[in-house]
């Protein structure tokens, strides 16, 4: 130990501190900075911090215990030769590890001054020898070493130096199972899963719907339809009749052909199974519940979207039939006022020109029906009746539509275009009409929205003050009143002619 003590002395200077073992003196860089009851409790230490010596800490002077400070643990791993010396110097290496956290109380009040060892030894691992009787110490206060894992310790020199906690049961996962989720109930479920068939109902006709706005507002103007080949064409005619006239009564039997290839009937079959779709959701079972509520407002507003296109596929079929029936009037193709036009009295036009009105008639197809003759001798006339009888049925559906959706009759769209001047309507109540519009307030959620629809056109009458939703309700109104006003004015001229027919 003398030779020990020289080398040391000729090396470092030495601090008169205690260690935790042995009875030498060790350099001051094989101890802590902080004393064992700082350390343990994880504590700035207030010892003296002096090259020369190592003072009590205040801590530990208040406490009236002594101020040990323990060996370092070595930072970098042992040689294999050394480390195995170790561990065969012991019999219970997890002694002699990291030191644990451990109460102040229990650090020993007299420890016999620390010598230089090639071991570092704990102040856990006194002699056997040694007197752990102080009154200050109580029974529950003594180190448990299962307590802090010691006891499962594998041999190695990084064993833990906090003490590991119990895995605790979460308080959310007690929560959920000792709370389980109520079963749903049969009656939520069924309606549930009625909501979502009328759901699946109303895309497939929103999609027929939107197919149909497409050809009507686009594909039709491309594909230009209204110079398409009729089969119907005649193919041949009086040698009296020029070649304009010839051209001119081509056309007209061609347009009138292509209204009857367009899909008005795929319109009107749609209209009438979103009618089907709607009578079913209105008499769909009703439950308080978020799941019906959120189900119930996705088909609401999906039926609302396929009646707004609706009105658009009817406003967009409304214009183009306007567009060719004021083509083909301003053609006087009517063959019974073409010869009128040609000479001022009948009787005369078959005595100085030798031939009548029947001249006028194109040759006759073999194969023409009788249903269809009626459009070859006047097309005028069968091209009016014709879009009346498409705007009032097509009126007929928005009405039942706005009916089912909660919309009072007197406050929907179909109701300000009947009042424009359709046939059978009774011009005494439309005063009654307007009065309870203004009246009648929206009550179901759908004349709610619908209501938000046609507040852009409000009482606007004209195109161009109106919104973009009231620019679609206006021209269809402004559409549905020319063609009527057109159809009254022919249908009283051809009676008059019929008057005047001689037998």
């Known amino acids: 130990m003398a030779a020990d003590q020289g080398t ?31 350390h343990a409790q994880k504590i700035k230490c207030t010892g003296n911090k002096e090259v020369t010596a190592r003072a009590p800490c205040q801590r530990c002077q208040q406490a009236g215990l002594r101020c040990v400070y323990s060996e370092r643990c070595p930072k970098r791993k042992l040689r294999p030769s050394r480390a195995a010396d170790l561990v ?17 109380q229990s650090l020993p009040l007299d420890v016999s001054e620390s010598h230089s060892s090639n071991t570092s030894r704990q102040f856990l691992d ?12 109580g029974t529950d206060e003594a180190i448990d070493t299962d307590c802090w894992g010691l006891s ?67 594909e039709w103007p491309k594909q230009e339809i209204w110079t398409r080949a009729s089969p119907h064409s005649p193919t041949a005619f009086p040698e009296r009749i020029t070649q304009r006239r010839h051209n001119m009564w081509a056309n007209w039997l061609t347009d009138l052909h292509v209204f009857s290839l367009d899909p008005i009937g795929m319109f009107f079959n749609a209209s009438r199974r979103l009618l089907t779709v709607l009578r079913q959701q209105a008499h769909a079972d009703c439950h308080q519940g978020t799941l019906d509520e959120c189900l119930r407002t996705k088909n609401l507003f999906t039926a609302v979207h ?33 010869s009128r036009s040609e000479s001022p009295s009948r009787d005369d036009t078959s005595s100085t020109s030798g031939h009548s009105s029947v001249d006028t008639i194109p040759d006759f197809s073999e194969d023409l029906p009788i249903g269809e003759l009626f459009s070859y001798v006047d097309p005028l006339t069968h091209a009016l ?20 959706l909660g919309v009072h009759s007197a406050q929907g769209i179909a109701a300000s275009i009947s009042m424009s001047g359709g046939p059978g309507e009774d011009i005494a109540r439309t005063g009654a009409t307007n009065s309870a519009r203004c ?32 620019r679609t309700i206006a021209a269809l109104r402004r559409c549905y009143e020319d063609i009527f006003s057109l159809a009254r004015k022919h249908k009283y001229g051809m009676l008059r002619d019929l008057n005047n027919i001689p037998p």
């Not at 594998?154 to 003490?163: A, H, I, R, V, W």
């Not at 879009?387 to 039942?400: I, K, S, W």
Request: proline share 9%; aromatic share 6%; hydrophobic share 35%.
């Open 88 to 104: 065969s110097a012991d019999p219970d290496p997890c002694l002699h590890m990291s030191s644990p956290p451990v109460p102040s």
């Open 385 to 404: 009746f014709s879009a009346c009888t498409t705007l009032h049925v097509g009126v007929q559906l928005l009405r039942e539509n706005e009916i089912t």
């Open 152 to 218: 499962q310790c594998d041999g190695g020199f990084s064993c833990q130096l906090e003490p590991t906690l119990p895995d605790l049961p979460s308080p959310f996962e007690s929560t959920v199972e000792k709370a389980p989720l109520p079963p749903v109930s049969s009656d939520i479920a069924r309606a549930a899963s009625a909501q979502r068939e009328l759901f699946d109902d109303l895309s497939a006709v929103s999609q027929e719907l939107e197919a149909i706005l497409l050809a009507v507002t686009v």
């Open 306 to 338: 396929c009646y707004i296109l609706n009105v658009r596929i009817l406003t967009s079929i409304s214009e183009l039939l306007l567009s060719q029936i004021r083509r083909t009037q301003n053609s006087h193709m009517n063959p019974w006022e073409g």
């Open 8 to 38: 040391f002395t000729t090396s470092v200077t030495l601090s008169p501190v205690e260690g935790s073992r042995t009875g030498g003196i060790l350099p001051r860089r094989a101890f802590r900075r902080s004393c064992d009851r700082c």
């Open 126 to 137: 006194p002699p056997d020898s040694y007197d752990w009787s102080w009154t200050s110490i």
């Open 439 to 470: 009246e009648e307030q929206p009550t179901t959620p759908a004349a709610r929205v619908l209501f938000m629809f046609l507040s852009d056109e409000g009482a606007s009458q004209e195109v161009k003050s109106a919104g973009s939703r009231g």
